[in-house]
């Protein structure tokens, strides 16, 4: 209560109290009895004021006047009054639900969300969050269905299309000429050695020598081999194919090219050969049962697992992955209108549900609320809150009693004159 009301209040009374005692000793002059009148019923209606305001807390001048003290006698029944206006006139389930329905939760609530992300305090939250998350993740249930998708798309796999889509990627890369060329240097690496000179000239020879012919002809053979030694038969036949493999390299040698069109031509025809699909198959199924997969995957996830969180912990993660990906959905959904309008309805739901569930609370937090304070207390505290209008209720009295005096003794006069 402002001290300053209490003044006024008092004064206005004063004044009141004093006019009429002033106007006593005068009282037999007719103006000054104009005023005493006014004064008197100034002074009257300023203590009835006083008295009523006063009844509400407390008994006037400590006496247990009927009638008084009317808060704290009712005040249980003054408290189940406010709880029910309150909870159900004030704030009731209806007028509650309508004022929801004035506003659009989700909107505020995406707009509020992508706001939200621009501070630096969100993005270190949101990234210690995403760094638990990672690192609390368990790796061990992810591994067997990691392990079943990896054999289920192996066994999906068109061996026959797989094949035919190998060697013509083989073909537009020349792995034929690469693996020609990759067997003609291994050949005359084997070639150009010693130990093969020697070896092709005692197999050459030993050859002749077994070699059966009639006539001259056999007496001309037995002649060269007499001649001819092991090693200069070695010699020239290494020369021979060494000769021949190098021609073979020429890119434009006709027998290379003959021979790379029928390679060519022969793997071509293996997608349209069964049995060649399905030793494939065969193959291709029993590729991943050496492996042990599970712990390969085990290894690998706690790996991959080991370089996100690496990578977090860099300030490039938050502004160049977590917001904006974020932000993004954030979008994405604002942009869908029926999922806002699913989401609205399904906030509104629920809070109409919380409402209906809970609205008995309101009631209940206004009584709890009033308990806590004794008599006094809460006097004090409405005193506080409503005692300024009061005392102006007590100087309103006494303002209207002496205007209201000074009219009836006017009254009276007329009514004597005439």
């Given at each position: 209560?402002?001290?300053?009301?209490?003044h006024?209040?008092l004064?206005?009374?004063?004044?009141?109290?004093g006019?009429?005692?002033a106007?006593?000793p005068?009282?037999?002059?007719?103006?000054?009895?104009?005023?005493?009148?006014?004064?008197?019923?100034?002074?009257?209606?300023?203590?009835?004021?006083w008295?009523?305001?006063?009844?509400?807390?407390?008994?006037?001048?400590g006496?247990?006047?009927?009638h008084?003290?009317?808060?704290?006698?009712?005040?249980?029944?003054?408290?189940?009054a406010?709880?029910?206006t309150?909870?159900?006139?004030?704030?009731?389930?209806?007028?509650?639900?309508?004022?929801?329905?004035?506003?659009?939760?989700?909107a505020?609530?995406?707009?509020?969300?992508?706001?939200?992300?621009?501070?630096?305090?969100?993005?270190?939250?949101?990234?210690?969050?995403?760094?638990h998350?990672?690192?609390?993740?368990?790796?061990?249930?992810?591994?067997?269905?990691?392990?079943?998708?990896?054999?289920?798309?192996?066994?999906?796999?068109?061996?026959?299309?797989?094949?035919?889509?190998?060697?013509?990627?083989?073909?537009?890369?020349?792995?034929?000429?690469?693996?020609?060329?990759?067997?003609?240097?291994?050949?005359?690496?084997?070639?150009i050695?010693k130990?093969?000179?020697?070896?092709?000239?005692?197999?050459?020879?030993q050859?002749?020598?077994?070699?059966?012919?009639?006539?001259?002809?056999?007496?001309?053979?037995?002649?060269?081999?007499?001649?001819?030694?092991?090693?200069?038969?070695?010699?020239?036949?290494?020369?021979?194919?060494?000769l021949r493999?190098?021609?073979?390299?020429?890119?434009?040698?006709?027998?290379?090219?003959?021979?790379?069109?029928?390679?060519?031509?022969?793997?071509?025809?293996?997608?349209?050969k069964?049995?060649?699909?399905?030793?494939?198959?065969?193959?291709?199924?029993?590729?991943?049962?050496?492996l042990?997969?599970?712990?390969?995957?085990?290894?690998?996830?706690?790996?991959?697992r080991?370089?996100?969180?690496?990578?977090?912990?860099?300030?490039?993660?938050?502004?160049?992955?977590l917001?904006?990906?974020?932000?993004?959905?954030?979008?994405?959904?604002r942009?869908?209108?029926?999922?806002?309008?699913?989401?609205?309805?399904?906030?509104?739901?629920?809070?109409?549900?919380?409402?209906?569930?809970?609205?008995?609370?309101?009631?209940?937090?206004?009584?709890?609320?009033?308990?806590?304070?004794?008599?006094?207390?809460?006097?004090?505290l409405?005193?506080?809150?409503?005692?300024?209008?009061?005392?102006?209720?007590?100087?309103?009295?006494?303002?209207?009693?002496?205007?209201?005096?000074?009219?009836?003794?006017?009254?009276?006069?007329?009514?004597?004159?005439?």
């Amino acid at each position: 209560m402002k001290s300053n009301t209490k003044h006024i209040a008092l004064i206005s009374l004063g004044v009141m109290a004093g006019g009429t005692l002033a106007a006593i000793p005068f009282s037999h002059l007719p103006w000054v009895r104009f005023l005493q009148s006014g004064f008197e019923a100034g002074l009257v209606g300023g203590l009835a004021d006083w008295f009523a305001v006063t009844a509400l807390f407390r008994h006037p001048l400590g006496i247990p006047i009927p009638h008084t003290a009317l808060l704290p006698k009712n005040r249980q029944r003054i408290t189940k009054a406010l709880v029910e206006t309150v909870q159900n006139d004030l704030l009731s389930k209806d007028s509650i639900r309508a004022k929801l329905d004035q506003f659009s939760i989700s909107a505020r609530l995406l707009d509020g969300l992508e706001q939200y992300l621009d501070s630096e305090e969100t993005k270190q939250t949101l990234t210690a969050l995403t760094r638990h998350a990672v690192r609390e993740v368990p790796l061990a249930p992810l591994v067997p269905v990691l392990e079943r998708t990896i054999r289920d798309w192996a066994g999906s796999l068109d061996t026959r299309q797989l094949l035919a889509r190998v060697l013509d990627y083989g073909f537009s890369q020349k792995w034929d000429e690469k693996a020609f060329d990759y067997a003609l240097d291994l050949v005359e690496r084997l070639v150009i050695q010693k130990q093969t000179a020697d070896k092709l000239g005692e197999m050459a020879a030993q050859a002749l020598q077994h070699f059966q012919t009639n006539g001259f002809m056999q007496f001309a053979l037995n002649a060269f081999v007499g001649f001819v030694s092991e090693e200069k038969l070695g010699s020239t036949i290494q020369q021979f194919l060494l000769l021949r493999i190098a021609e073979l390299g020429l890119p434009d040698n006709s027998t290379r090219m003959a021979l790379l069109q029928t390679l060519r031509s022969k793997l071509s025809e293996l997608p349209g050969k069964d049995e060649t699909i399905a030793a494939l198959d065969q193959w291709k199924q029993g590729l991943l049962d050496p492996l042990d997969l599970a712990s390969v995957l085990e290894k690998t996830l706690e790996q991959l697992r080991g370089r996100l969180l690496a990578y977090m912990e860099s300030e490039a993660f938050a502004d160049e992955v977590l917001i904006p990906l974020l932000r993004q959905g954030l979008r994405k959904i604002r942009d869908d209108r029926e999922l806002v309008e699913r989401m609205e309805t399904f906030i509104h739901d629920k809070l109409a549900e919380w409402v209906e569930n809970n609205h008995h609370r309101i009631g209940q937090l206004i009584e709890e609320n009033l308990n806590r304070y004794d008599n006094e207390s809460l006097i004090a505290l409405m005193e506080d809150k409503l005692g300024r209008d009061l005392q102006w209720i007590r100087v309103n009295g006494a303002v209207c009693g002496f205007l209201i005096g000074l009219v009836l003794h006017g009254v009276r006069l007329l009514a004597g004159f005439f």
